[in-house]
């Protein structure tokens, strides 16, 4: 029984300093409000490797009730944690969601703004092609008027 309770304490040891490492690295891309729930779990991670290395101790000592004691007091450390850290793995996924919203929003709102830039530069279009179909209509009428009175002049000469 001491035994596996040593190899339990060593591998939950061994498994703290394994999140921590984790959770540092991620650290720097956390905001300042994630950075104060990971401080928070910290000092949780700390009580219990401190309560288990007491654990350890305990235990070597031919102290077992204490040893068992400890490794109580370390879950109910470890069940703190787990509210603690469902709630931090909450507002990350939050912010995330909140974030990915943004975008989407930006890149409705870019679209609705091409999309009115483009029936403005259309009428515009549309206007200048009514325009020139006009002046174009007029040119080919006075070109068929100076066409008509060429040939008109052109058959009284005899």
Not at 44 to 61: D, M, P, V, Y
Not at 121 to 138: G, R, W
Request: overall charge negative; hydrophobic content about 35%.
């Amino acid at each position: 029984m001491e035994k596996e309770l040593n190899e339990y304490i060593k591998k939950s040891k061994e498994s703290l300093e394994k999140v921590e490492k984790n959770v540092e690295s991620l650290r720097e891309s956390m905001g300042h409000e994630m950075s104060e729930f990971w401080e928070k779990l910290k000092g949780e991670f700390g009580q219990i490797n401190k309560t288990l290395s007491g654990a350890s101790e305990k235990l070597q000592s031919d102290a077992k009730l204490q040893g068992k004691l400890g490794v109580m007091k370390a879950r109910e450390h470890l069940e703190k944690i787990k509210d603690t850290s469902e709630e931090f793995i909450k507002k990350v996924t939050d912010k995330t969601a909140q974030e990915l919203d943004i975008a989407k929003l930006h890149a409705h709102l870019a679209k609705m703004d091409a999309a009115d830039q483009w029936k403005g530069k259309e009428s515009q279009m549309t206007s200048l092609y009514q325009d020139s179909k006009e002046e174009f209509e007029k040119l080919a009428k006075k070109a068929g008027e100076e066409i008509n009175e060429i040939l008109l002049k052109l058959s009284d000469i005899r």
